[in-house]
């Protein structure tokens, strides 16, 4: 009988064990995503080398978000993956594959994708992803909208939408924001398409 609970107990700590690598998965690719989206949305300029067609699809993705849902999945998501499959190999070599990291890789690999659902009609996510959404797995519509109102500098992760309440609440971006502007001398882009309050004098 003893060793029938020992049993038990030990499968309920391993099980105990799973979800909780899974979460923190979870949570690590709701943070990356929020963390490369901030970097986008608020650095850097449409005629940079390199990162400047970021900016440019980053601007016109304020301007008019469902415009996404008209490009393919490789051009979405494929730059994502690319970076998830390195990492994937740097984890591999070093031995740190295990549940945590492997969700963290997938959901991050998929992050563009699941923005993307957050821009689509629930005809047209189909019944899984809309159940998700509801459930909260995947960051909802109604979530991600808080994004694009008015200054569009809030409410970055783009996953599970989980990290954004947290980050928005201790003023995460805007401390890393001042300590840039005092390191680097640095101030974030001007996004062209909010428009500036007019002053009343």
Same mark, same amino acid.
């Given at each position: ?40 949305? @608020? ?153 500036? @309050?007019?002053?009343?004098?």
């Amino acid at each position: 009988m003893t060793e029938l609970l020992a049993l038990i107990f030990s499968w309920q700590l391993l099980l105990l064990s799973l979800i909780a690598q899974i979460i923190v998965g979870l949570l690590i690719a709701d943070f990356a995503s929020g963390f490369f989206h901030w970097l986008e949305d @608020r650095y850097g300029g449409p005629d940079w080398p390199i990162v400047g067609g970021l900016v440019r699809a980053t601007i016109r993705h304020h301007k008019k978000p469902r415009r996404m849902l008209n490009s393919a999945f490789w051009h979405r998501s494929g730059p994502t993956l690319l970076i998830a499959v390195c990492f994937g190999l740097v984890f591999l070599s070093l031995g740190w594959l295990n549940l945590m990291t492997i969700t963290a890789l997938a959901f991050g690999s998929m992050a563009n994708e699941i923005h993307n659902w957050s821009h689509c009609k629930p005809s047209e996510c189909g019944p899984v992803v809309t159940w998700l959404q509801k459930k909260r797995v995947f960051i909802s519509p109604l979530d991600h909208a808080r994004h694009h109102r008015e200054k569009k500098n809030t409410y970055y992760c783009t996953v599970t939408g989980w990290m954004n309440p947290v980050l928005e609440r201790i003023r995460f971006w805007r401390k890393v924001e001042a300590v840039i502007r005092i390191v680097a001398r640095s101030r974030p882009r001007r996004d062209p398409t909010v428009r500036r @309050r007019p002053v009343l004098v």
